[in-house]
């Protein structure tokens, strides 16, 4: 058996404080799946939360978090490799892996694994596909093999283009070493939350994490020699208070604007878990309001039923 547990949801649904809880009663350890707590000293904007990872006095071990520098371009290539890595890792010890978090990507790039991901754009080639009406460059998909589109969704134009730049990167480089994705027994947990108390957590976490320091955390990155373009390049809080600094929006605004942006975020989460439902994972629900208690008798039942897991 080689069991994956995934806890995915939303933005402030407390999916972490549940996977840390579930780790600590089943000899776990988190991978985390989010595209900005790779970044060190990116603390409050992107909501570590660290002191989560201690329960009960105990420290549970964690992966894929402070691992690159502010600024570095840290790619979902990477982030593949780096998460076989931990997961073999984990595995190696006999602990269960559980990968957690909230960027769709990353979570269904690990989940089912993506070969061609090492593969660069070809610039030269996308620039004379992109001149091909749709007609045409339907032509040209047809002439890519089978297992690449087995592989790819390609019912849109960007798709299209990427699974022709693929075939002509293999025919040119035939000793290609795809990255070897291991093979995974996967229970997938999914943490619900009422659109209106999301709203209000979201909220609520936001006047906190200013309070923090979230601010002066932009400022000190600010001050390393990032630009505030790389800001805008992070998203989010590090978009609005890196604007909010250069004085083209007050507080209020920069407050109101990242609330919305933040609303919006944990919309677009949602409507890409399930995306991913409708391509066949299965996400088994539970709600953010029930007690911790039932949280992880429901994770129990989950992992004995799909996973055949009876760890204790």
Known sequence: MNPLLVILGPTASGKTNLACQVALKYS?????????QVYRRMDIGTGKDIEEY????????????DIVEPGTKYHIGQFQLDFIEAYHHIRQKQHLPILCGGSGLYLETAIEGQSFLGIKKNKALRDE?????????LKEVKKVDADILDMLTVQT????????????YLRQHPDHNPAKVPQMDVCIIGVDIEREARRNKITTRLRK?????????????????LSHEVMEYYGLEYKWISLYLQGEVDYTQMFEKLE????????????????????????????????????????????RSILNFNHS
């Open 129 to 137: 596909l992109e001149k091909l009406n749709d007609k045409e460059l």
């Open 157 to 168: 134009r960007d798709r299209k283009i990427r699974a022709i730049e693929i075939q002509e």
């Open 54 to 65: 201690t329960t009960e006095g105990i420290k549970i071990p964690y992966h894929l978090i």
């Open 209 to 225: 994490r200013l309070k923090e320091g979230m601010v002066e955390e932009v400022e000190n990155l600010l001050n390393e020699g």
């Open 260 to 303: 919305i942006a933040i609303h919006q975020f944990a919309k677009r989460q949602m409507t890409w878990f399930r995306g991913m439902e409708r391509k066949g994972n299965s996400i088994h629900w539970l709600d953010y309001s029930q007690p911790m208690e039932e949280k992880i008798n429901f994770v129990q039942e989950k992992m």
């Open 28 to 36: 776990g350890e988190i991978i985390s799946a989010d595209s900005r």
